[in-house]
């Protein structure tokens, strides 16, 4: 999951350490809403399925209280702060 994410972003931008800019994503995306996803297949699942990376990115790197709370949010795309929804920076998930 984590060379898929890093082949469909800037060499040079880091989304989890970086500073506080976007970090564009370049890899696949949803063809109604332009949302960065990748596809994989899930833990309680057998067959592929796209998945957000936003989700993603919370799922492995956000603190425990961050990730309790966004979890509580639909399961649709993360709202970015930037106001971005193809940036992938874990800084600009929107905590509401």
Not at 4 to 32: Q, R
Not at 71 to 88: D, E, I, S, W, Y
């Amino acid at each position: 999951v984590l060379m898929m994410i890093a082949k469909s972003i800037h060499h040079t931008e880091d989304p989890i350490l970086g500073d506080d800019n976007c970090v564009f994503w370049y890899g696949e995306v949803t063809k109604d809403d332009n949302q960065a996803v990748i596809r994989m297949v899930k833990p309680t699942e057998d067959s592929e399925s796209l998945t957000y990376v936003n989700r993603v990115m919370v799922l492995i790197f956000s603190s425990d209280e961050a990730f309790q709370h966004l979890m509580t949010l639909p399961k649709a795309p993360f709202r970015m702060a930037c106001g971005n929804q193809l940036c992938v920076s874990l800084h600009h998930v929107a905590l509401n």
